[in-house]
């Protein structure tokens, strides 16, 4: 008897625990690096990064920052629900002429909370 109520006991443990997973959304972006190639002098580029949700619970972006001034992103403002679509569009200021590459840090509540989009092309 002391070993069935021991099995009952580990049984009703496990389905306890394993009904206690959380939800959570998670990106999935179409690509996470664009490459303009070559751009012209003072003509700004943009490019859309496009993404899923492929989690559970909806995403919820709460900013994007730029690595620097030259380049700013406007971001789907509202939730995304489960195998819903986004986008973050960067636009870079082609001010400097040369190889550049600039970075886009995204934080949310997703599976990985910061996450990093790349630009990158040359000024002629």
């Known amino acids: 008897m002391k070993k069935v109520i021991n099995v009952l006991a580990i049984v009703i443990a496990f389905v306890g625990l394993t009904s206690m997973t ?15 190639g070559k ?3 003072n003509k700004p580029a943009t490019f859309e990064f496009n993404f899923s949700n492929d989690g559970d619970a909806p995403i919820i972006i ?19 629900k489960p195998a819903g679509t986004g986008v ?22 997703t599976k990985t909370p910061v996450k990093i989009l790349t630009i990158k092309g040359i000024v002629e």
Do not use: L, Q, R, W
Not at 23 to 33: L, R, V, Y
Not at 62 to 80: D, L, Q
């Open 22 to 36: 959380v939800a959570i959304g998670e990106f999935k972006f179409e690509k996470e690096t664009h490459d303009f």
């Open 39 to 41: 751009i012209a002098h």
């Open 88 to 109: 973050i569009k960067v636009t870079y200021n082609a001010a400097v002429t040369g190889p550049f590459t600039k970075s886009f840090t995204i934080k949310s509540n």
């Open 62 to 80: 709460s900013e994007v920052v730029s690595s620097c001034g030259c380049s700013v992103a406007e971001f789907t403002k509202t939730p995304i």
